[in-house]
């Protein structure tokens, strides 16, 4: 592992020893449903609405059977609701048509649901099937460009790689949490806590702002 990479994930241990996902769900269905009304949306704000959702739609089966007018209104108080009604549904009927039910355990099958790109596929991957993989959210973004782990004009896609060459495999999921946790209760978009952070000597934002 990137030694700089190494020791800043073991000081945002320190920091958050438990960091985990904060999406609520009990199994892959939710697990699913909850990442994709994330994208553009706060963790809090999905958790507000996902227990009537599944409540009404306790199940893959339930979901993709639905109309989608139907669906809107659990979701209404989350950004892009109408678009994202539309890929909850589409996506369970996909699920039921071509995948028996189950939410599938591969990349390249979940990039095939509707509304799942690739930072969820990463996350439901890394979250439910245990398997290694990072997803780059805004937070994982920001984190990685201020430390220097990538470039500012990275995309997500070149972050992504950079960190899996970085860190060792099996660490792949944890660093994901830890960044995560990281970048959105310490080095947030706006108002980051600069003047308490113990990564000051290696944070290339700091540097600037100084």
């Known amino acids: 592992m990137n030694e700089k990479v190494a020791?800043?994930?073991s000081v945002m241990e320190s920091m958050f020893p438990h960091a985990k996902a904060e999406l609520s769900h009990s199994n892959a269905y939710e697990l699913t449903c909850a990442v994709l009304l994330s994208a553009q949306a706060t963790d809090v704000s999905v958790n507000k609405v996902t227990p009537a959702l599944f409540k009404a739609y306790p199940d893959v089966y339930a979901l993709a059977n639905a109309q989608v007018s139907d669906v809107e209104p659990y979701i209404k108080t989350i950004g892009l609701y109408k678009n994202k009604a539309k890929a909850l549904v589409?996506?369970?009927?996909?699920?039921?048509?071509e995948y028996q039910g189950e939410i599938p355990s591969t990349k390249k099958a979940l990039l095939t649901l509707d509304g799942v790109g690739v930072?969820?596929?990463?996350?439901?991957l890394s979250v439910w099937f245990n398997q290694p993989a990072i997803a780059v959210d805004t937070h994982v973004d920001r984190v990685s460009k201020r430390l220097g782990f990538?470039?500012?004009l990275d995309s997500v896609y070149d972050v992504e790689r950079k960190l899996k060459r970085k860190?060792?495999?099996?660490?792949?999921?944890?660093?994901h949490h830890l960044m995560i946790f990281f970048g959105r209760y310490h080095c947030k978009a706006?108002?980051?806590q600069?003047?308490?952070?113990?990564?000051q000597s290696q944070c290339l934002y700091y540097q600037r702002k100084k």
Not at 119 to 124: G, M, P
Request: glycine share 0%.
């Open 190 to 192: 706006i108002n980051p």
């Open 7 to 9: 020791y800043a994930l």
């Open 119 to 124: 930072k969820t596929a990463n996350v439901i």
């Open 90 to 97: 589409q996506m369970a009927r996909k699920v039921v048509n």
């Open 194 to 199: 600069c003047e308490s952070c113990p990564l």
């Open 150 to 152: 990538a470039k500012t």
């Open 167 to 175: 860190i060792k495999r099996e660490d792949w999921s944890k660093a």
